[in-house]
């Protein structure tokens, strides 16, 4: 395993304890409203600061983005980006669906990869050149040549409501072609589910790079593909994407042009 996975995995374990303590004591929470329909908890903050603590023992001149904490200046070649509970709101309901998400990127390229989800203990890891891994046994994303029975994931533009007219058609056509479309509340976990098969695909916008940075290189070393919605190669900056098997995602964009 390289290092900095094996740094990265007990980061994501160790803010994995900081969620499952606070998941059994959510009448505790104090909720914070970042904006409309966006929430924040202490606990999503502690998480975050847990996995910096962690990464900072062995690499402490590394830089940091995460979604709570902004960026910490570091070394400009090695940054690592988190999403400390991807699926906040699901952890305030009580739905135990949401996860850590964790990625390194270096010079520019991400190179190593943990999507961990602490309710069933569930460890999706990639690096670099060296495929995708469930609890340390290889995944590939599902066979699927068309769109005839699939199960995809989505998330709905509940940040900014006002996006739904351009979102509705789009899902329409999708979902008229697809075996059915879901949406879990947690970006993260998709993707990993993508990269695992369980998922046959997964198309969504307003998406920013810790949602999707560890999800795009595990979904790759599964012998997947991501793409914008009009077929381009940095989804992550453009801030939507397209993961499924080649053939799946040739057709998801036919749809969504």
Known sequence: MHPMLN????????AGNVITRGFENRDDLAINAKSDNVFSTK????????????IKQ?????????????????DADFKWIIDPLDGTTNFIKGIPHFSVSIALMHKGRIDQAVIFDPIRGDLFTASKGNGAQL????????????????ILGTCLPYKNKADLADYLP????IFAQSGDVRRSGSVALDLAYVAAGKLDGYFASDLKPWDVAA????????????TD?????????????????????????????
């Open 7 to 14: 740094i990265a995995i007990r980061a994501a374990r160790s």
């Open 229 to 257: 919605y009009a077929g381009g190669n940095d989804p992550m900056h453009k801030g939507e994407m397209v993961a499924a098997n080649p053939r799946v995602v040739q057709q998801l964009v036919k749809l969504l042009k």
């Open 215 to 226: 999800g795009d290189l595990i979904i790759r070393e599964a012998g997947g593909l991501i």
């Open 170 to 173: 789009r899902f329409t056509r």
């Open 58 to 74: 062995s690499y402490p001149d590394h830089s940091f983005v995460g979604e709570e904490g902004g960026i910490v200046e570091g």
């Open 135 to 150: 609890n340390g046994y290889k995944i590939r994303v599902s066979k699927n040549k068309d769109l005839h029975g699939t």
């Open 43 to 54: 606990i999503d903050k502690d998480a975050e600061q847990a996995i910096i603590e962690k």
